[in-house]
């Protein structure tokens, strides 16, 4: 198991859910009003965007698109009518910024986490808990391994892919092949509540929403070095 130091950097997003490094920026869906950020490593915002996202939770790039968890019935603002209270998978042109489709979740319930993967997309689920790996292209399941955590953010490195639990409060990396447990991170009780996921290089990157029912009362985004 490793130990880890955090690194926050400084970020006025009230509620960052979900992270994605792409093309030397971070994709960041905020929770609290459904825009997506796009920062620098530094913090410094790039671009904000709306989106038709509701009770916004994973995000990741692939196919020239983005890739929105729209996680169902929002607590963190008023709805919208735009607002469907069902959880989606939300895709989204990154020129135009339009809603082209959107999928139900494999499982029919909320969704966290996503993460391209040459071609393919990984998804969180719940009933059970597991990692869903389907094409995007029709949504088939190519591939799927149950998992003993609540499932959040997702990362890929190399074969691996690292998921986080804000309920245990851990990070754990998979064979992505197999689902045997490759490495874990604990996070210790003063530290940050582990929603979003991404990865660079060899830097793991967290975000902590501060929502709901939050160890600490501030939100949060930085970096765990893992190598």
């Not at 042109?93 to 993967?117: N, Q």
């Not at 990692?131 to 591939?143: A, C, E, M, Q, R």
Request: aromatic fraction near 10%; include cysteine; hydrophobic fraction near 35%.
């Amino acid at each position: 198991m490793k130990k880890v130091e955090f690194n926050p950097i400084k970020s006025n997003i009230e509620m960052p859910n979900g992270l994605q490094w792409h093309d030397g920026n971070l994709y960041i869906i905020d929770q609290k009003t459904d825009n997506v950020f796009i920062i620098n490593e530094d913090g410094k915002l790039i671009e904000e965007f709306s989106t038709l996202c509701e009770n916004g939770s994973g995000i990741t790039v692939g196919d020239n698109f983005l890739w929105v968890a729209s996680n169902g019935v929002t607590e963190a603002r008023p709805f919208r009518g735009s607002d469907t209270h069902i959880s989606w998978i939300l895709k989204i042109d990154m020129t135009t910024k339009e809603l082209i489709s959107r999928y139900p979740t494999p499982d029919g319930g909320g969704v966290h986490g996503l993460e391209w993967d040459n071609g393919l997309l990984w998804i969180t689920a719940f009933n059970p808990a597991a990692l869903i790996l389907v094409d995007p292209s029709s949504f088939d399941i190519k591939f799927k391994f149950e998992i003993n955590q609540s499932p959040h953010g997702l990362a890929i490195q190399e074969e691996g892919i690292w998921c986080s639990d804000r309920v245990d409060r851990n990070i754990i990396k998979y064979d992505k092949n197999n689902g045997s447990i490759l490495d874990k991170i604990q996070i210790p009780e003063d530290g940050p509540d582990p929603h979003g996921l991404t990865i660079k290089d060899t830097t793991l990157w967290y975000s902590d929403a501060a929502h709901p029912n939050p160890m600490r009362p501030y939100p949060e985004i930085g970096y765990i070095k893992i190598k």
